[in-house]
Nanobody, 132 residues
Framework: QVQLEESGGGSVQSEGSLTLSCTRS????????LAWFRQAPGKEREGIAV???????RYEDSVKGRFTITQDHAKKMLYLKMDSLKPEDTAMYYC??????????????????????????WGRGTLVTVCS
């Protein structure tokens, strides 16, 4: 059982910064792919950043150079530092986790090609609003 809880959302002016946190509680010996997704009103949930147990990271193009994903392995904490925020970054932000296998890189997609899910564990989300 993996439990995730996001925090740190809020309202910020355009070009401002915000850092989101995600607390992970689990009692397994496994390593995890840890990802940040976001969902804007009326849009699909999209993956924006992911990090694996080796701290290899990947970003969605629209956030590259502005957002930074990191983790604290000892504290089981995941972070997303967001700089140069834009109104189009307004969304509910979710952290997600899935067991990491070295034979299968962590991905930014919610669903697999076969229709299954790439991430089984989700937090409830934290709202980020960027005002112009």
């Amino acid at each position: 059982q993996v439990q995730l809880e996001e925090s740190g959302g809020g309202s910020v002016q355009s070009e401002g910064s915000l850092t989101l946190s995600c607390t992970r509680s689990d009692y397994t010996p496994w390593n995890y792919c840890l990802a940040w997704f976001r969902q804007a009103p009326g849009k699909e949930r999209e993956g924006i950043a992911v990090i694996d147990s080796d701290d290899t990271v990947r970003y969605e193009d629209s956030v590259k150079g502005r957002f930074t994903i990191t983790q604290d392995h000892a504290k089981k904490m995941l972070y997303l530092k967001m700089d140069s925020l834009k109104p189009e970054d307004t969304a509910m932000y979710y952290c997600a986790a899935e067991r990491f296998y070295r034979s299968r890189p962590c991905v930014l997609k919610r669903y697999a090609e076969d229709g299954g899910v790439n991430y089984s564990h989700w937090g409830r989300g934290t709202l980020v609003t960027v005002c112009s």
